[in-house]
């Protein structure tokens, strides 16, 4: 299952937690047949494979054979031992094709790219940690199932070299643009009365394995092993293509379209707790774990704020149009909620007041319709009461029960989408302009 390996911060020889997916509805398949494998079984060493004449040992995979075992706490049997063997490989020769194009940077472009020793024992430190461990406990623990720190060390720097590349290189060029985040919300706030689902996910590139049918192979023992108990974050850490594997597969909350359609048509089928069986989609395929699901909600809650000048119902039209262009002038100097109340408060006569979060349906018929309409960080024309004119700011929109829609977050996850599309890109540019032999 030739996928990138993510940051490896998951169990070490752990087992598994509560939280981990049950089987799916149909009953899980026999227990393989637990292969031979010993750890420091000697061996003679050779040429794996040659990558730009830079040569992977069999020494080599068969120390990123037992991380990739002992991090996954996926069990090794005779039936998956050869996937591990390709998963090994391809993350190796990605690794290798990685370094060699960083070191071209930085001899070109004359920088520092590649994770200095200081940093790669940061990031160790914090994976020990999230194992509740001291970094030589850590080691330690890996050195008793044969894996030496150096084929750590190498896993680590080459993932935080490449992903500090990639950021840089095109993080600070990506403009997710407004648009984009408004039509985000706009989605997430119309499929709001649907049915959500808080899922976990790892996605095989068929790209990578080789082809789908290696894809789907790859991902069949996956979903035994999971089955057994394997922690998901962990797999998905180690075999998962998708932006989402660095947060142990983690994708939130979801409503239908975010997804591939055959994604979607399993969803509708799984129960919480339960692990869907391989998902062939057009370039690769995903395993599901359902780890909630809540039905829609047909209300929509707005936070909003507003500027007002108070006048009386009978009020003379000369006065009305005066407080409108008042209020008129005022919205254009409005950025943002946040500013709302400093930049009012610099007119006589206006006042602004924080009006809280409400249901559409319980608002005043002249608030609704523009709380219904606006997008987050919008601002409505004066709109004109029994008791005034209003500016309102829509600060905020959510489905009811739903967690608010943050601009942020969205933001986040569109520019980590972009850059995990550019650096599958990237690395398909270099697996195709490289000469790798293997044997």
């Known amino acids: 299952m030739g996928l990138q390996a993510q940051p490896l911060r998951g169990a070490v020889g752990a087992p598994p937690p509560a939280t981990q997916p049950a089987p799916a509805a149909a009953a899980p398949a026999p227990a393989p047949t637990p292969a031979i494998y010993t750890p420091m079984r000697p061996m003679s060493e050779s040429i794996a494979a040659i990558v730009n004449d830079d040569i992977i040992s069999t020494y080599d995979l068969a120390q990123r054979m037992r991380l990739l075992i002992a991090t996954t706490g996926v069990q090794p ?22 370094i060699q194009e960083l070191l071209r940077v930085q001899k070109d472009q004359k920088v520092t790219i590649i994770a200095t020793d200081d940093e790669v024992q940061d990031e160790l430190a ?12 850590f ?10 720190s150096t084929t750590l060390y190498d896993q680590i720097r080459a993932q935080m070299s490449w992903q500090r590349w990639i950021r840089g290189r095109y993080g600070t060029r990506l403009r997710i643009g407004e648009d984009q985040i408004k039509a985000t ?20 590139d068929s790209g990578r394995t080789g082809g789908m049918d290696a894809a789907v192979k790859g991902a069949t023992q996956l979903v035994a092993q ?8 962990a797999v998905a850490r180690q075999f998962s293509a998708s932006s989402t594997a660095a947060a142990g597969g983690d994708a939130g909350w979801i409503s239908q379209g975010e997804m591939p359609a055959e994604v979607d048509a399993a969803l509708d089928q799984l129960r919480p707790g339960q692990l869907s069986q391989p998902i062939p989609v057009k370039d690769g395929v995903y395993i599901i774990y359902l780890r909630d699901k809540r039905a829609g909600s047909g209300q929509t809650l707005v936070s909003l704020k507003q500027a007002a000048i108070a006048l009386p119902a009978d009020a003379s039209a000369a006065d009305v149009a005066a407080a409108k262009a008042t209020l008129v002038a005022v919205r254009g100097q409005i950025k943002d909620c946040a500013t709302l109340e400093a930049t009012v408060a610099k007119t006589s006569g206006v006042v602004a007041g924080d009006l809280g979060e409400a249901e559409t349906g319980d608002l005043l018929p002249e608030f609704a319709e523009a709380a219904k309409t606006l997008q987050p960080g ?11 004119l209003h500016v309102l700011a829509v600060c905020g929109k959510r489905a009811a029960g739903a967690a608010q829609v943050d601009h942020d977050q969205i933001e986040s996850r569109l520019t980590g ?3 995990s599309m550019i650096s599958r890109r990237y690395m398909r540019d ?5 000469t790798i032999e293997t044997r």
Request: aromatic share 4%; proline share 5%.
């Open 226 to 233: 999971l089955q057994q108990g394997a922690p998901f974050p």
């Open 185 to 204: 919300q706009t989605r997430m706030i119309a499929a709001a009365s649907k049915p959500q689902y808080e899922v976990s996910e790892v996605f095989l």
């Open 417 to 419: 989408q972009q850059l």
């Open 139 to 148: 080691i330690a623990v890996l050195k008793s199932q044969g894996i030496t």
């Open 430 to 434: 270099l697996r195709n302009s490289a």
């Open 126 to 137: 914090g994976m020990a940690q999230q194992n509740n461990m001291k970094p030589e406990n």
């Open 77 to 98: 049997t005779q039936e998956n031992l050869q996937e591990f063997q390709q998963q090994a490989l391809v993350s190796l020769v990605d690794e290798r094709l990685q």
């Open 378 to 388: 919008q601002l409505s024309q004066p709109i004109r009461t029994k008791v005034g």
